[in-house]
């Protein structure tokens, strides 16, 4: 049975030009066994293309190739055709054709997938990070996170931890309450990364109330009372103080803007 030879050829890592490369070989029958394949990644220049090109022809070798140059496949194309070595481009025809489409050159900048894909994987780290140490479930995560967000019930933790965490940023937060001692890792973090929350005594009042009305309990348990709150945040301020974060109002702020609040100070 015949042997074939496939020289993977990219200017990134070459991985998709060898998946759709294995796909297209599975559809013959034990050919697979018989396809040979070597990879040649972060290809930038005609020289390194006409090396493989003359390789790929003393070895009988078969090219297959994604490669984002216009120049580069321009180059293979012509190349390929002088020494009689078969090639198939992957990538050109499909840019080509979104070019038209988009009325737009392309970037033409190798590994563009793989940096989103890093992005992708960062985000999802992310968001397991600010699930996992939400309010203060595990103080340990306050030292390893980005950012660090203290305040008492009802200030915007939660939802400011998973906007954060979209922007890749690994949040935890921790709740404060006058009974409840503070975990120590709390005074251990880099003040810089630490923020305090805070809301106005008589808006946090009307949330917790519609909190509650929302839970079907009744609206004047002690947890809305505004001499509690007042507690609260007194101790809140003894804390923070403590741990000498910056401390932000986010009384009539939505979550986006006291996020890129967070972001731009921590840049």
Same mark, same amino acid.
């Given at each position: 049975?015949?042997?074939?030879?496939?020289?993977?050829?990219?200017?990134?890592?070459?991985?998709?030009?060898?998946?759709?490369?294995?796909?297209?070989?599975?559809?013959?029958?034990?050919?697979?066994?018989?396809?040979?394949?070597?990879?040649?990644?972060?290809?930038?220049?005609?020289?390194?293309?006409?090396?493989?090109?003359? *390789?790929? !022809?003393?070895? +009988?070798? @078969?090219?297959?190739?994604? /490669?984002?140059?216009?120049? #580069?496949?321009?180059? $293979?194309?012509?190349?390929?055709?002088?020494?009689?070595?078969?090639?198939?481009?992957?990538?050109?025809?499909? *840019?080509? !054709?979104?070019? +038209?489409? @988009?009325?737009?050159?392309? /970037?033409?900048?190798?590994? #563009?997938?793989?940096? $989103?894909?890093?992005?992708?994987?960062?985000?999802?780290?992310?968001?397991?990070?600010?699930?996992?140490?939400?309010?203060?479930?595990?103080?340990?995560?306050?030292?390893?996170?980005?950012?660090?967000?203290?305040?008492?019930?009802?200030?915007?933790?939660?939802?400011?931890?998973?906007?954060?965490?979209?922007?890749?940023?690994?949040?935890?937060?921790?709740?404060?309450?006058?009974?409840?001692?503070?975990?120590?890792?709390?005074?251990?973090?880099?003040?810089?990364?630490?923020?305090?929350?805070?809301?106005?005594?008589?808006?946090?009042?009307?949330?917790?109330?519609?909190?509650?009305?929302?839970?079907?309990?009744?609206?004047?348990?002690?947890?809305?009372?505004?001499?509690?709150?007042?507690?609260?945040?007194?101790?809140?301020?003894?804390?923070?103080?403590?741990?000498?974060?910056?401390?932000?109002?986010?009384?009539?702020?939505?979550?986006?803007?006291?996020?890129?609040?967070?972001?731009?100070?921590?840049?």
């Amino acid at each position: 049975m015949k042997q074939l030879r496939l020289f993977i050829v990219s200017d990134s890592v070459g991985e998709t030009g060898e998946l759709v490369a294995k796909a297209a070989v599975s559809q013959f029958l034990y050919a697979d066994q018989n396809a040979v394949m070597k990879r040649f990644p972060y290809i930038d220049t005609v020289d390194h293309l006409q090396d493989i090109i003359k *390789m790929a !022809a003393e070895q +009988k070798a @078969f090219i297959v190739f994604t /490669l984002v140059s216009k120049e #580069l496949r321009t180059y $293979l194309i012509s190349e390929t055709a002088k020494y009689n070595v078969r090639a198939v481009d992957l990538m050109g025809p499909l *840019m080509d !054709a979104l070019e +038209k489409e @988009f009325d737009s050159v392309p /970037l033409q900048e190798a590994g #563009l997938v793989r940096k $989103l894909d890093d992005d992708y994987f960062k985000k999802v780290e992310a968001i397991e990070f600010a699930v996992k140490y939400d309010d203060g479930r595990d103080p340990r995560g306050i030292l390893m996170a980005d950012i660090v967000l203290v305040g008492i019930s009802r200030t915007s933790k939660t939802p400011l931890s998973q906007y954060l965490a979209h922007k890749r940023l690994k949040v935890a937060n921790v709740p404060l309450v006058p009974e409840v001692d503070p975990p120590e890792e709390l005074y251990q973090v880099d003040p810089a990364k630490c923020f305090g929350l805070v809301i106005s005594p008589e808006k946090l009042n009307h949330i917790r109330k519609e909190r509650l009305i929302a839970l079907g309990l009744n609206d004047d348990a002690n947890y809305a009372q505004i001499n509690r709150i007042h507690e609260e945040i007194t101790h809140f301020r003894k804390v923070v103080d403590r741990i000498g974060c910056e401390v932000l109002d986010v009384t009539n702020r939505a979550v986006e803007e006291t996020a890129n609040l967070i972001m731009n100070k921590i840049k």
